[in-house]
């Protein structure tokens, strides 16, 4: 516990002096929109610093904001890039997406604490059931309808939740979105997807 609050009174701090001393400073910057008042800058690190992926932290009801990539490669040169390839990744994932009908909330997933989920898609709703591997943090849905989601890795931060799926399982969900195959965003992901061979693609959504 001491522990936790020495961490977060740190990063506190470190929040503080960095945007100008005081927070009056950020909160002036808000009234005029220019900024983020103190008190949700704060509540987002003590948020981050407490945030854990598990059974209970994953329930709710989530929608999507933007693609998420996790890049990982025994390449030296690769991995110096990774950065740079994140974000032309996830560039080329938001317009693949727009093209097959996935825009900011267009798509929305529940969990339920009974492992009963539910989601929605361009309009078009599925039920199912999940289990959930604390030892990996792999969520496996099982669902019959429109559209069967591939088995994904979950990442709760604050409110957010990161779904990312083996990319080869992603695009292929996405071609079935879409109801064709065949694009040329698609293929330049394929190929970029070779080069880091532990590469992952998915979602980021906020919770509802």
Same mark, same amino acid.
């Given at each position: 516990?001491?522990?936790?609050?020495?961490?977060?009174?740190?990063? #506190?701090?470190?929040?503080?002096?960095?945007? @100008?001393?005081? &927070?009056?400073? #950020?909160?002036?910057?808000? =009234?005029?929109?220019?900024?983020?008042?103190? &008190?949700? #800058?704060?509540?987002?690190?003590?948020?981050?610093?407490?945030?854990?992926?598990?059974?209970?932290?994953?329930?709710? #009801?989530?929608?999507?904001?933007?693609?998420?990539?996790?890049?990982e490669s025994k390449n030296v040169l690769a991995s110096v890039a990774s950065g740079v390839a994140n974000n032309q990744i996830e560039s080329k994932l938001e317009a693949y997406y727009k093209t097959v009908g996935i825009t900011k909330g267009s798509f929305t997933i529940t969990f339920n604490s009974d492992n009963t989920c539910s989601y929605t898609i361009k309009g078009k709703e599925t039920q199912g059931t999940y289990e959930f591997d604390s030892s990996t943090n792999k969520i496996s849905i099982k669902s019959s309808g429109f559209l069967s989601l591939p088995s994904a890795y979950a990442k709760v931060s604050g409110k957010s939740l990161e779904l990312t799926y083996e990319t080869?399982?992603?695009?292929?969900?996405?071609?079935?979105?879409? @109801?064709?195959? @065949?694009?040329? &965003?698609? =293929?330049?992901?394929?190929t970029l997807s070779k080069t880091y061979s532990g590469m992952k693609t998915g979602f980021n959504f906020k919770k509802k």
């Open positions: 516990m001491k522990k936790y609050l020495f961490v977060t009174s740190m990063l #506190i701090a470190a929040v503080i002096c960095g945007c @100008g001393g005081t &927070t009056n400073t #950020i909160q002036n910057q808000t =009234s005029n929109g220019n900024g983020t008042s103190a &008190t949700d #800058i704060i509540g987002g690190i003590i948020g981050a610093v407490t945030s854990k992926t598990n059974e209970n932290t994953i329930l709710g #009801i989530w929608v999507y904001e933007e693609p998420a990539v996790q890049l080869t399982s992603l695009l292929n969900m996405a071609q079935t979105v879409a @109801g064709a195959s @065949g694009n040329a &965003t698609l =293929s330049a992901i394929s």
